[in-house]
């Protein structure tokens, strides 16, 4: 185990339901981040939280809304998704934001429907 | 900006053989260099890195990867293969000047065979 857990681990939605996905991290990491990993794309980096405020918006689309509330926990809240939104979804902490390396969680594998 | 290639999506190897997972790297600045490992179902899985210093960096697993800046590469090796390191590889750069945010490459499959 890397200390980073995320939960569910399946989700399955319809394209009108709301949920949220949860990480954690017990590792003392300071900056966490968000990932969407698909069949047919690399890994996309979509959000970076730094000492809680958020660093980086990749471009992501507005049906994800992520929020974290301390530097422990970090949340992404879905809403409306589309069914090209069913990926692997990677969370991730690392010790600041510069050369340290990253430590990822198991994944939340979605798929909306 | 900053990029990464792995121009192999799949390398094949027989085990107890040298194995090498190639990777290049573009950015503006001096790089971070980062190698994960992804097994079926799990999250990425830090290997070794890059940052500064000796050329040759040695990480998890006995994995190793040498920094060639005149060739933009970072290429991992692995002196003896094992059927156990089959799995999905990424390379990851950051530039020094682009805090957070890393930018991976395509992934290659390893498989080792007995």
């Known amino acids: 185990e890397t200390g980073v857990t995320q939960t569910p681990r399946h989700l399955v939605m319809g394209m009108t339901n709301k949920k949220s996905l949860k990480c954690e991290q017990h590792?003392?990491?300071?900056?966490m981040y968000w990932y969407k990993q698909s069949a047919k794309k690399p890994l996309e980096l979509m959000f970076v939280?730094?000492?809680?405020?958020?660093?980086e918006n990749n471009s992501v689309p507005s049906r994800f809304s992520p929020e974290c509330p301390n530097s422990s926990h970090l949340f992404l809240h879905l809403h409306t998704l589309q069914p090209e939104d069913s990926a692997l979804y990677l969370c991730?902490?690392?010790?600041?934001?510069?050369?340290?390396?990253?430590?990822f969680g198991p994944g939340t594998r979605l798929t909306v429907t | 900006a900053q990029s990464v290639a792995q121009p192999e999506d799949q390398v094949n190897v027989a085990e107890g053989n040298p194995l090498t997972v190639k990777c290049t790297y573009s950015?503006?600045?001096?790089?971070?260099l980062f190698w994960y490992v992804q097994y079926p179902n799990r999250g990425l899985q830090f290997l070794l890195k890059?940052?500064?210093?000796?050329?040759l960096v040695k990480g998890s697993y006995g994995f190793e990867a040498e920094f060639n800046k005149s060739q933009t590469s970072f290429h991992l090796k692995k002196p003896s293969a094992l059927v156990s390191d089959s799995a999905l590889y990424f390379c990851?750069?950051?530039?020094?000047?682009?805090?957070?945010?890393?930018?991976f490459g395509d992934g290659t499959t390893l498989t080792v065979k007995p």
């Open positions: 991730a902490s690392s010790h600041g934001t510069g050369p340290s390396e990253q430590y």
């Open positions: 590792l003392g990491h300071n900056a």
């Open positions: 939280y730094s000492l809680e405020e958020r660093v």
């Open positions: 950015v503006s600045g001096n790089p971070y």
């Open positions: 890059y940052i500064t210093g000796d050329n």
């Open positions: 990851a750069v950051r530039d020094m000047t682009n805090a957070g945010k890393s930018t």
